[in-house]
């Protein structure tokens, strides 16, 4: 598989010295969705976190539904076809109904009630994998008791920036009769086409990051968000299919990756994890985890007119130094 770019030279006149400006912009085809992304000079357009988020933290806390003594009090349970109990724990994970749906089942899972101030370096593989088993625990349930519902992905929007209205920090599950946008294309491409994908980036090296065991990692060749990196795990094409082994294996590299982030001077994300219908033949367990602006007074949003409204990626940190950058940590 050939990974297609095209490089675009913008022209200027220097307001200050009359000279020509040049500026290269690499315009790169995703190879699977097919939609394109611009990777343009470092410019500074995310600067690393310079804000108190502890203090943040301490502002929203009290009243936070998620905290202890109010979670069980103020969120939704589950409804009893589906989860007897109500809600789902593993270890500190507690699983609950999600007041704002956005599909027909829709949940919220936090890492711990007692986790408000979660900043990205203290996400340990076992924090993480809790959370992630109450998730896939909740996608066997929905799946079992209403077989149509058979699209099932787990997400996060962590930390304001990335769309998440309530400062704790959580995943989300949706379970639906229908896809979304891109879990369609994803689940509609032919297999092959992830097996060239990896075989290509394997063989270039620039920016596979590496493999887990069952999961492989790699910066995306053309990312919709900044310093996106892409995971496909063989075995299971469902969360609902994810075994224990996998769950960990899942949960490690998503430490590891969000440990470089930190370092990178970023604290908000967006984690998705396509889920195609369980049996779904040569389909590898799709996972898209970027990280966004920093939250601080009169940000920068990294989600522009590009993003939105054109499909189209512009983003300055080239997924090569991504690589550099967190590469060392799969490899270590
Ligand atoms: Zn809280």
Redesign the pocket.
């Known amino acids: 598989m050939e990974l297609r770019r095209e490089l675009l030279i913008a022209e200027m006149i220097d307001p200050g010295t009359g000279e020509t400006i040049r500026t290269t912009i690499d315009v790169r085809t995703d190879p699977l969705t097919g939609h394109s992304s611009r990777i343009l000079p470092e410019r500074g357009l995310m600067p690393a976190i310079d804000f108190d988020l502890a203090a943040l933290a301490r502002q929203?806390?009290p009243g936070?539904?998620?905290?202890p003594d109010r979670i069980e009090r103020l969120t939704p349970r589950l409804m009893p076809a589906i989860v007897p109990e109500g809600r789902i724990t593993r270890g500190e994970a507690v699983l609950f109904a999600n007041l704002h749906a956005y599909s027909s089942h829709s949940s919220v899972s936090?890492y711990s009630?007692g986790l408000?101030y979660l900043p990205l370096d203290d996400m340990t593989p076992e924090i993480l994998a809790d959370n992630l088993a109450t998730q896939v625990a909740f996608a066997k349930a929905v799946m079992a008791a209403e077989p149509r519902s058979c699209w099932a992905s787990i997400n996060a929007n962590h930390m304001l920036p990335s769309g998440s209205s309530?400062?704790?920090p959580h995943m989300q599950g949706i379970v639906d009769s229908i896809p979304t946008t891109v879990q369609r294309m994803l689940a509609e491409l032919p297999p092959q086409r992830f097996c060239d994908y990896l075989d290509a980036e394997r063989r270039s090296s620039e920016r596979y990051l590496g493999n887990t065991g069952r999961v492989e990692w790699l910066a995306s060749f053309a990312p919709i968000a900044p310093a996106e990196l892409r995971a496909f795990a063989a075995g299971a094409c469902s969360p609902a299919e994810l075994d224990e082994d996998l769950i960990a294996e899942l949960a490690h590299g998503l430490a590891l990756a969000l440990g470089g982030y930190a370092q990178m001077g970023f604290q908000s994300f967006n984690l998705a994890i396509y889920g195609a219908p369980p049996g779904t033949e040569g389909y590898p367990l799709n996972l898209r985890l970027a990280c966004r602006s920093n939250p601080r007074p009169l940000y920068r949003s990294d989600s522009t007119f590009l993003e939105r409204l054109h499909w189209e990626g512009a983003v300055d940190l080239a997924p090569e130094a991504v690589a550099r950058q967190i590469g060392e940590r799969f490899r270590g």
């Open positions: 929203t806390e936070c539904p998620f905290c936090v009630p408000h309530l400062f704790h």
